[in-house]
């Protein structure tokens, strides 16, 4: 792929006003999308990361080798009430947990977001299986920007594709709906998450798309369902599939303000995809347990061969583990602190980042068992074209890739990059086209 990132650069290099101006074209349209977060344009470069054919057959091979190591995680939680005690879950999350979602899928979406570094060499950041966005956002961007002008310059060179992501999830939502009831093939279906919490423009588009194929459908508040005569409802919408972007630990802080909808998933009366299972591997918990083969022994060799080689070494915190606790203090170069079950980065702390004093401080304010340390890896870098006041440059960022699984299935990319070593939407990000190159 250099070849492709090198002609890229040289087309851009030769007219750097005309593309400037491209660039400008792509971000008014990109504001009549429904890629946008907190309100606000989804921020982006006129920089694509390109992909070959056989790099997409290493993350299908690198997804499906995680994901069976997953499935067997899930079931020894089902079967074993001492495997499930290692991840500390309240009694009502775990109840939920147990419920049979209806259908085989224990994560029907999820994202692993990694440290790709080229061929096979890659690292897991995290996993991603409970809400997960990123979809629409890249979708549209993606195709946007096949008919930008540099795009349509390389394309007399090479064939570009991009990931089609939004209706091949429908298509995933409805596959699942049909093993939860196969006698019924025309579900009312409800987009889920507290009001102020989610992504409206990205739900929007989601309710969009499935009404275009003659589905009723409707963006619902948890707090709102009504639970009678074995149904669940928003107001007077029977609610028959839901597609739950509510995290689970929003579910779990509301738990008394959702009282119908609780009962009618532990009733099995109504489809949620995802099922509250897949929170077994959301927790960052999943990868100190995972790491852990006395409680992992369940697992082949080779499979804890993967887990040593592509997962970074992660424990526990624990503030009272005197030897833990000083090798943490001693070591920040090398680590970084994360909280167990918060999203968009928040919480996350890379030691060197933070100077010995700043890293003691946030070692010292650590309660319990509430955080994992973990092994620093190097954050891939590249150089991508930036516009400043309509003068090109080529500026070094960091990425992570997230890849996108549909029934446990690899579907997609989802890229964000930046200049620090912490990547996501909520510390100011940019948002990259995926390409495909043939």
Same mark, same amino acid.
């Given at each position: 792929m250099e070849a492709v990132y090198k002609r890229y650069q040289e087309i851009l290099s030769a007219d750097p006003n005309k593309y400037c101006e491209d660039y400008q074209k792509l971000y008014k349209k990109m504001k009549d999308s429904p890629a946008y977060y907190h309100g606000q344009v989804i921020p982006f470069l006129y920089q694509p990361l390109f992909f070959s054919k056989k790099e997409l057959q290493i993350f299908k091979e690198l997804t499906s080798q995680l994901t069976d190591i997953l499935n067997k995680v899930i079931a020894r939680y089902l079967s074993d009430s001492k495997f499930r005690s290692y991840f500390g879950f309240s009694k009502e999350l775990e109840k939920l947990i147990l419920a049979d979602p209806g259908y085989e899928c224990s994560f029907p979406m999820a994202r692993f977001d990694i440290f790709y570094y080229g061929d096979k060499n890659f690292k897991f950041c995290e996993l991603n299986t409970d809400g997960s966005s990123g979809?629409?956002?890249t979708n549209v961007l993606?195709?946007?920007?096949?008919?930008?002008?540099?795009?349509?310059?390389?394309?007399?060179?090479?064939?570009?594709?991009?990931?089609?992501?939004?209706?091949?999830?429908?298509?995933?939502?409805?596959?699942?709906?049909?093993?939860?009831?196969?006698?019924?093939? =025309?579900?009312n279906i409800a987009i889920m998450d507290f009001e102020g919490y989610g992504m409206v423009k990205e739900f929007e588009c989601f309710r969009d798309a499935i009404k275009e194929r003659g589905y009723q459908v409707k963006i619902i508040e948890p707090r709102e369902l009504e639970y009678r005569d074995d149904k669940l409802y928003s107001s007077d919408f029977r609610v028959d599939l839901i597609y739950r972007r509510a995290v689970t630990l929003d579910l779990i802080d509301h738990y008394d303000e959702i009282e119908d909808f609780i009962a009618a998933y532990l009733d099995g009366n109504v489809c949620v995809v995802g099922g509250i299972r897949s929170q077994v591997i959301h927790n960052k918990i999943i990868f100190a347990i995972l790491q852990d083969f006395d409680k992992v022994d369940f697992l082949s060799e080779d499979e804890q061969d993967f887990i040593k080689n592509h997962i970074p070494y992660t424990r526990i915190f624990n503030p009272a583990d005197d030897e833990l606790f000083n090798y943490v203090k001693d070591n920040k170069d090398s680590l970084v602190l994360k909280p167990m079950d918060l999203y968009g980065a928040d919480g996350v702390a890379i030691g060197r980042d933070l100077s010995q004093s700043e890293w003691e401080d946030r070692l010292g304010k650590i309660e319990g068992e509430t955080y994992?340390?973990?092994?620093?890896?190097?954050?891939?870098?590249?150089?991508?074209?930036?516009?400043?006041?309509? =003068?090109?440059s080529f500026e070094p960022f960091k990425y992570t890739l997230g890849l996108f699984l549909y029934n446990q299935n690899f579907k997609g990319i989802y890229t964000r990059a930046g200049k620090d070593n912490v990547i996501a939407s909520a510390t100011g990000c940019v948002t990259l086209p995926n390409l495909i190159i043939d």
């Open positions: 979809s629409v956002k993606e195709e946007f920007f096949l008919s930008t002008q540099v795009i349509d310059q390389l394309k007399e060179e090479y064939q570009i594709a991009y990931s089609e992501l939004i209706e091949s999830w429908i298509d995933t939502l409805l596959e699942n709906y049909r093993k939860f009831n196969p006698n019924h093939n =025309k579900p994992l340390v973990q092994e620093f890896c190097l954050v891939p870098e590249r150089e991508m074209a930036v516009f400043d006041e309509g =003068k090109l």
